[in-house]
């Protein structure tokens, strides 16, 4: 039957395709094709898909796939299909000829089993034998939950793949994961399936006109754009999406997620890095654009507790009740408002906020990206002489409008006191210049404001481009990832916080107005008495507590406030050196666990005496300096680059001689102990950073190694059982002559040898970490409650 369809579709057809051969056949397979999402946007954009390319020389077959039998599956299908809609642009008779040959070229399948996929291959390439058609390839449209998408991925390897020649696209939604961990998992089995070209991750929010637009406005206005858009001019950087309806009906889904997982780690994120990444040679170069949205990704600084500010309206504990059947009295910590502040240590925009803000019920439906810029003019000239014109005084932006609020269409809007931005013709138009609407404070006449030609559905922009092969509006395994690397840690410190509570509406009025505080946020106002909820105490409220661990002070506190402690111990241990012998020796480990320590020194420590400070490495690993696996090349990124330490007073460990790498005869570790030697008193560095791996190995000296752990102070070079195997690291008997060492524990994966640690004696050689014993100086232990307590 679908044969004889198409063959009248593709030869008797009132839309011809252009002279010369077919381009071959693609089949579109729509998995979930009676969901919300399919009924909402996906059918209608594989019906704006086929008005598009009707005529482009291919041909096509729409497959809509449910788990639901044939019968009740294929009704609730065409009851959707009925539905469908053409542009208002669009010849009533073109479409109704149009939507006609759609609804016949598609058709029903129950895909189960790997037998209906087999069958459903077998049934795509009988019909292109019948009508001699070459296949050019197929799509798979994942419209189901995340769960189901390791055994389709099997079922699309094994029994669905096109021919070889032919091409495979199977495009997936979100949620890609609930953290770094959930999303390496996923990713690791889809690759099983799957190669990377294949694949296509969509986020709806680059499908939108406005988002789009953004590279190619930054492009096609370089030579406005270059001078300002950096650090020296640009204020500050929003990203903002406003939802006026709650959560009611997907508490489910929220109690999971909520809005940082939601909107933020994936809309609001693309939407910034668009902003911020440096634009490459060409934006229409698909690889490069990906690859200058990871640079910019990694450039961004980490984010801790005191980043962020959350909400949730009152409404929604009630609701979570009522929905999930959650005893009375349930309290949830699920936000559904946050803003959240980021930095980059790019050079180009180090110092420069951003703020990603989102929240449901709220008092207005919106979504711009914007950015502000420094107006360094003063104007003698009266307010109203001022408003008169089009004053250097008045605020400088850029606004990139997502739809809704008091516009109601995307738009591009640039302040006419900055520049008359070059748009494309044949698809943005210049808006009338109306004084009676205003945004941001201003009329809209104060702005060069550019709207669609022809507005579209995210969903058919990016089904185009699915159609186009263009990766670029896509989001990567590499690019998932480091965005999931960048917000776990936030997720986590927020984890157990008790968000404030918003009556929801315009009745929030300033409640969820915040401000940039010591390099975090905290809102403006008090939360209100009346407000507040019995939420009972909170993990986040106890105090940190100090005891003995191994006959040693023992400072121990959720991971946050342990950090933050950590930080003043040491900034207090640098002062007091200081103030006695003029200067501080700081011995620092390398790997995570200290990253978000060298942040907090960073960002929050302004009195630390860094010009007096000589900063050591404990260990290092033998790679180049510059590479991303070095020790140093982490503390530089993280932290020296960031405060005022003379060049002279750091000491990187010297792996790299003779452009070798940790040859014994080179000396390396030889000439790091004659530094130490020279300029640390007696060998005794003031203050020495440790942290313990999960065999009990700390510094770089390991369970069973040959050298390090006995003998004379010194430097020396070790194995590693893991790549890089080759290290270099003080010795024990070195690290014992400081007069403080601090040993940092964090997380639940430590737990094992915390436990083992605190009832085991000084058995270096099978626990590295229990030799640390200073033989005139002060050990203290900072061990986070999940690794002492799990």
């Not at 898909?49 to 005529?55: A, R």
């Not at 389709?152 to 390897?157: L, M």
């Not at 929220?254 to 934006?283: C, K, W």
């Not at 990832?481 to 984890?495: E, I, M, Q």
Request: hydrophobic content about 40%; overall charge neutral; glycine content about 8%.
């Amino acid at each position: 039957m679908l044969g004889r369809v198409l063959c009248t579709v593709l030869f008797v057809g009132a839309l011809p395709s252009p002279a010369g051969a077919s381009q071959g056949h693609i089949s579109v397979i729509l998995l979930g094709a009676t969901g919300d999402l399919a009924k909402k946007y996906l059918w209608q954009g594989l019906f704006q898909l086929y008005m598009d390319q009707v005529s482009s020389g291919h041909s096509f077959t729409f497959h809509g796939a449910a788990l639901a039998a044939q019968e009740p599956g294929q009704r609730l299908m065409f009851d959707v299909l009925k539905k469908l809609s053409c542009p208002p642009d669009e010849p009533p008779n073109r479409c109704a000829v149009l939507k006609d040959q759609f609804l016949k070229l598609s058709q029903y399948h129950q895909l189960k089993t790997a037998e209906n996929y087999t069958a459903l291959s077998r049934e795509i390439e009988s019909l292109l034998r019948q009508e001699g058609l070459k296949e050019a390839g197929r799509i798979f449209y994942f419209s189901v939950p995340p769960f189901a998408y390791t055994e389709i991925a099997q079922h699309i390897s094994s029994s669905c793949r096109p021919p070889a020649g032919a091409w495979l696209r199977v495009v997936l939604e979100k949620p890609f994961g609930h953290d770094l961990e959930s999303a390496q998992q996923l990713a690791a089995q889809l690759a099983g399936f799957f190669r990377e070209e294949e694949m296509y991750r969509v986020d709806h929010y680059l499908g939108k006109q406005a988002v789009a637009h953004i590279l190619p406005f930054r492009d096609q206005n370089r030579q406005f754009l270059d001078p300002i858009w950096n650090r020296h001019h640009v204020e500050r950087v929003e990203v903002v999406l406003k939802e006026t309806v709650d959560a009611k009906g997907r508490t489910s889904f929220y109690e999971q997620y909520g809005v940082i997982r939601d909107v933020l780690q994936n809309h609001l994120t693309e939407a910034l890095l668009f902003l911020i990444m440096e634009l490459p040679a060409s934006v229409s170069s698909a690889q490069e654009v990906l690859q200058h949205k990871l640079q910019a990704l990694q450039s961004l600084w980490g984010l801790e507790r005191s980043s962020a500010v959350l909400g949730q309206y009152q409404a929604y504990d009630s609701q979570v009740q009522e929905e999930l059947q959650e005893a009375p009295g349930y309290v949830s910590t699920t936000p559904t408002f946050a803003g959240v502040l980021i930095h980059s240590d790019s050079p180009r925009w180090e110092g420069v906020p951003f703020l990603l803000t989102s929240g449901k019920a709220l008092d207005e439906r919106v979504g711009y990206a914007r950015v502000l810029f420094k107006n360094r003019a003063y104007c003698p000239q009266s307010g109203t002489l001022r408003e008169a014109g089009h004053s250097q005084c008045k605020p400088k932006q850029i606004i990139f409008y997502f739809g809704h609020g008091a516009l109601g269409t995307p738009a591009v809007l640039v302040s006419r006191n900055l520049f008359q931005p070059a748009m494309p013709r044949d698809s943005w138009k210049e808006a009338e210049a109306r004084s009676d609407l205003h945004i941001f404070g201003q009329p809209l006449s104060d702005f060069y404001m550019y709207s669609p030609v022809k507005e579209r559905d995210a969903y058919s922009v990016l089904i185009s481009n699915i159609y186009h092969g263009r990766k670029d509006f896509f989001i990567t395994t590499e690019n998932l990832l480091a965005s999931w690397a960048f917000w776990t840690p936030l997720l986590d410190s927020t984890s157990r916080q008790p968000p404030r509570l918003y009556p929801g509406g315009v009745e929030n009025q300033q409640l969820l107005d915040f401000e940039m505080v010591g390099g975090g946020l905290a809102f403006t106002l008090a939360e209100p008495a009346e407000l507040l909820s019995p939420r009972g105490q909170m993990p986040s409220d106890f105090r940190a507590i100090q005891s003995k661990f191994r006959q040693s002070p023992l400072v121990s506190a959720w991971a946050e406030e342990l950090i933050s402690r950590l930080a003043s111990d040491m900034e207090e241990a640098a002062v007091s050196s200081v103030a006695r012998s003029g200067q501080f020796h700081l011995a620092l480990s390398g790997g995570s666990s200290p990253v978000g320590l060298f942040q907090r020194l960073a960002r929050h420590h302004y009195g630390f005496p860094w010009q007096h400070t000589h900063v050591w490495l404990v260990d290092e690993r033998c790679v180049p300096l510059s590479h991303g696996q070095s020790n140093f090349q982490g503390l530089q990124r993280h932290l020296l680059q960031h405060v005022r330490v003379p060049y002279l007073n750091i000491h990187p460990m010297p792996v790299q001689l003779n452009q070798r790498l940790c040859v014994e005869e080179d000396g390396g570790a030889r000439l790091y102990a004659k530094d130490i030697q020279a300029l640390v008193a007696n060998a005794s560095f003031d203050l020495v950073l440790l942290g313990v791996g999960t065999d009990g190995h700390t510094a770089s000296l390991f369970p069973r190694s040959q050298s390090g752990l006995e003998g004379a102070p010194g430097v020396v070079l070790t194995e590693s059982p893991v790549k890089p195997h080759q290290r270099m690291s003080l010795s024990l008997p070195l690290i014992n002559r400081a007069r403080q060492v601090f040993v940092l524990v964090l997380g639940k994966g430590k737990h094992d040898i915390t436990t083992l640690l605190s009832r085991v004696g000084r058995e270096p050689s099978k626990w590295p970490i229990s030799g640390v014993s200073p033989s005139s100086g002060q050990l203290v232990w900072y061990v986070d409650y999940e690794a002492l307590l799990g």
